[in-house]
């Protein structure tokens, strides 16, 4: 069973990157079936889809959020991260690592982290 | 961009009630659809995937319909556990969540 876990600092001061790091266990990310996502749940409102990386580095962007955000893998450490800069309040959120089976394993996000807070505040 | 439309947003229920949701996309998904459960302070739980399939360990009286442009997620008979968030999200061409629907006691 595959488990997610993300990680990075809870509080980001605005104009600055937002990093954040998701480690995989129990399964490898270097496998051509799966994507491996970032999505974000605002406060009070829904869930945002952020992007998606696969295994060789090749990455999609939401339009909304693409000009600020680029995202990264590290097959070495079973791992993949995001960054999200120029960051303002509205960037607050809980942000979820997940797997996403995508067409090829169609099961849409199966797995998920438990998800980090991120708070961007001076 | 394909947008992705709920309704309700909130739904009173009570136990043993029928419940259906219904998701619109802006343009046809084909089946490339899932539905999920939120639940406060938690990650979201895969329900359904491709419209219609049930995911393991997810209970029967979940189900799915539709493809194209419009969806249901039906609940044949409410249960407690089942006080809850659902999202639809369209994964044809990128991914898009729609706004949520708040299944609340009524």
């Known amino acids: 069973q595959v488990q997610l876990k993300e990680s990075g600092p809870g509080l980001v001061k605005p104009s600055q990157t937002l990093s954040l790091t998701c480690s995989v266990s129990g399964g490898s990310i270097s496998t051509v079936s799966y994507y491996w996502s970032w999505i974000r749940h605002l406060p009070g409102k829904g869930l945002e889809w952020i992007g998606y990386i696969n295994y060789n580095g090749n990455s999609y962007y939401n339009p909304s959020l693409k000009s600020r955000v680029t995202m990264s893998v590290d097959s070495s450490k079973n791992q993949f991260s995001l960054k999200l800069s120029s960051v303002t309040a509205a960037d607050t959120a809980v942000y979820y690592c997940?797997?996403?089976?995508?067409?090829?394993?169609?099961?849409?996000?199966?797995?998920w982290g438990h998800g980090t807070m991120v708070a961007v505040s001076a | 961009d394909i947008q992705m439309t709920q309704s309700p947003s909130t739904l009173s229920a009570s136990v043993g009630d029928r419940v259906t949701i219904t998701c619109r996309a802006s343009q046809s998904i084909d089946r490339w659809l899932a539905w999920y459960q939120q639940k406060p302070g938690k990650a979201p739980k895969l329900l359904i995937y491709?419209?219609?399939n049930l995911e393991t360990g997810v209970p029967s009286r979940f189900s799915g319909s539709g493809s194209g442009t419009e969806f249901t997620l039906t609940i044949s008979s409410l249960q407690p556990d089942d006080f809850a968030t659902y999202y639809c999200q369209q994964y044809h061409t990128l991914r898009t969540f729609g706004q949520g629907t708040t299944v609340e006691i009524k």
């Open positions: 997940a797997r996403d089976g995508g067409q090829v394993v169609p099961v849409a996000f199966d797995s």
């Open positions: 491709k419209a219609s």
